[in-house]
């Protein structure tokens, strides 16, 4: 009963260390298949508390080279180590030590709580099990089956004399029994190698290893400077501010039904978090949402202690007369800077409701905050500014209509956005924010009030260094623009070039 026991013991572990061998194993096997692999993406997007350890690495080339070579060697060498059951005790060690790198350079906890690609893990994540696993067989005189055990039967002379027939011709078969058991990983091992093989010449790279995957985007290192900012108030914002449409999951996307949808399968609770950290390590300290967002933006800030500036589109209810009903709500949750809502901005100028606007903002100011006024049709900013109606900055849709869906001007109609959607090509379906540049830029050039520009790519109709630049040299003091995280770095870089070259712009900043 005993022996059967331990047999039954001496089985799971060697299942365990097999496991694990070919975990690290498969991770260093891909890795090396793929010759434009290296650390550097990894090391250098680090948000842990020791971040700066890891970034020195990714932009020291002798180092990051080094880390390249030994990441893929480390682990091929003790996945095969540990796979056979060779010098299992050393080899678990230097696992070890590699799990324990991995784990503080995206640890489980703090900023970077939700940057691990095994989901929403605290502490406990698979690097922390793996590293206890790997401490278990240091420790542990246990191994399992493998060459380890096999050295150790020729040490204590078990199979010279079963094979020599010294004793009876019975512990000799023993002997060899207990070497193919040692040896059986060795068959697994070449199957599970052929099985690596066939998948390299069908796909290639295996995208789906955690060694391979690669978003397209620019590293934290290669960032261009620190992007500049300026005041609303008694608030310092980045000039480029992280619009909240594409977290919110609303898409303009004219014809395209899906994209919404696509949206919000894309921005998981957890991408969001990892795109928001991104953009703050990027110099982006401003983000400006929906007000049903407000929930998520402070249990963001409650986890990971961060400081970001909320900017709170806000509206009325006028189901229930009810107009400062979402103002209470993103004050409870916590918002820096509270806006009125661009498309109600424009419904209440088109409907004649001007009182609601002013008293919207004159309870924004009441309860001592930065009160904003957004609009998509230029007009209704002008009608409220010839009525005494003055925010504390404006945020203004501001790009220009030299794109291909833009519809003909003389076909544009005051307030149309967010309207009724045409199917006719010559009227408006979702296809244009600014309707008329010319006049949009003519009042923005005359304020002397702060002045955000929004949907300034024409929701994607646009390149960033298009659409950047003419906002700017228009008269824009910041943009917000809806960015995934894949585009955060790229898009600083481009403001960034933008604001130290921008000589045609007219207008002073009042921001």
């Known amino acids: 009963m005993i022996r059967e026991k331990n047999l039954i013991t001496k089985v799971l572990i060697t299942i365990l260390r097999v496991a694990v061998g070919w975990h690290f194993l498969y991770e260093g096997v891909i890795k090396l298949f793929n010759p434009e692999w290296t650390a550097y993406g990894y090391l250098s997007n680090t948000s842990g508390f ?15 080279n080094l880390v390249d070579i030994l990441n893929v060697y480390g682990l091929i060498l003790a996945g095969l180590a540990l796979f056979i059951g060779l010098l299992v005790r050393y080899a678990a060690l230097g696992g070890f030590i590699m799990l324990g790198l991995y784990y503080f350079a995206y640890p489980p906890f703090g900023a970077s ?14 690097n922390f099990i793996e590293a206890v696993i790997m401490l278990f067989f240091v420790f542990s005189r246990e191994k399992g089956y493998g060459i380890d055990a096999i050295t150790a039967l020729s040490r204590f002379g078990y199979i010279k004399k079963g094979v020599s027939g010294g004793l009876s011709g019975e512990p000799g078969l023993k002997t060899r029994r207990e070497v193919l058991k040692n040896l059986a990983t060795l068959p697994v091992l070449g199957a599970l190698g052929f099985g690596i093989f066939r998948l390299k010449s069908r796909y290639d790279i295996d995208v789906l290893s955690g060694a391979t995957i690669q978003i397209d985007r620019a590293a934290l290192g290669e960032l261009k400077g620190e992007l500049p900012k300026g005041k609303i108030g008694g608030h310092s914002i980045s000039r ?12 303009h996307a004219r014809d395209l039904i899906y994209v919404s949808t696509l949206f919000r399968a894309y921005n998981t609770e957890r ?3 990892e795109t928001l950290i ?12 929906g007000c049903s967002t407000n929930a998520l933006m402070a249990k963001y800030k409650r986890m990971t202690g961060s400081r970001i500036k909320v900017i709170s589109q806000v509206a009325p209810n006028m189901n229930n007369g009810d107009w400062f009903e979402q103002i209470n709500f993103a004050v409870d949750h916590g918002a820096d800077i509270l806006q009125v809502q661009g498309n109600w901005c424009d419904w209440l100028v088109r409907d004649n409701k001007l009182e609601v606007i002013a008293g919207m903002l004159d309870r924004i100011r009441s309860q001592e905050y930065t009160a904003g006024l957004g609009a998509h049709t230029v007009d209704a900013l002008i009608c409220c500014e010839e009525n005494g109606i003055i925010p504390d900055y404006y945020m203004q849709t501001m790009h220009h209509d030299n794109y291909w869906s833009a519809h003909p001007r003389e076909n544009r109609v005051l307030f149309e956005v967010d309207g009724t959607k045409y199917s006719d090509h010559n009227r ?3 296809n244009i924010f600014c309707l008329f540049p010319e006049k949009t830029v003519e009042f923005v050039n005359r304020t002397r ?9 024409a929701a994607g109709a646009l390149r960033p260094e298009d659409g950047f630049r003419w906002a700017f040299e228009n008269g824009s003091d910041f943009i917000c623009v809806g960015m995934f995280d894949f585009q955060i770095v790229n898009d600083v870089n481009i403001t960034i070039d933008i604001l130290k070259n921008l000589d045609n712009r007219k207008r002073g900043w009042f921001a």
């Open 428 to 430: 408006f379906h979702d």
């Open 240 to 251: 480029l501010v992280l619009g909240g449409n594409l977290i919110g999951g609303w898409a």
């Open 271 to 273: 991408k969001i978090y």
């Open 113 to 126: 709580l939700l940057w691990p690609s095994g989901g929403h893990l605290y502490i406990v994540d698979r």
């Open 50 to 64: 020791l971040s700066g350890f890891y970034q020195w690495l990714a932009g020291n080339p002798i180092a990051l």
């Open 278 to 289: 991104l953009a703050e390590e990027c110099g982006i300290n401003a983000i400006n949402i």
């Open 449 to 457: 009030v702060p002045v955000m520009g929004f949907k300034v790519l």
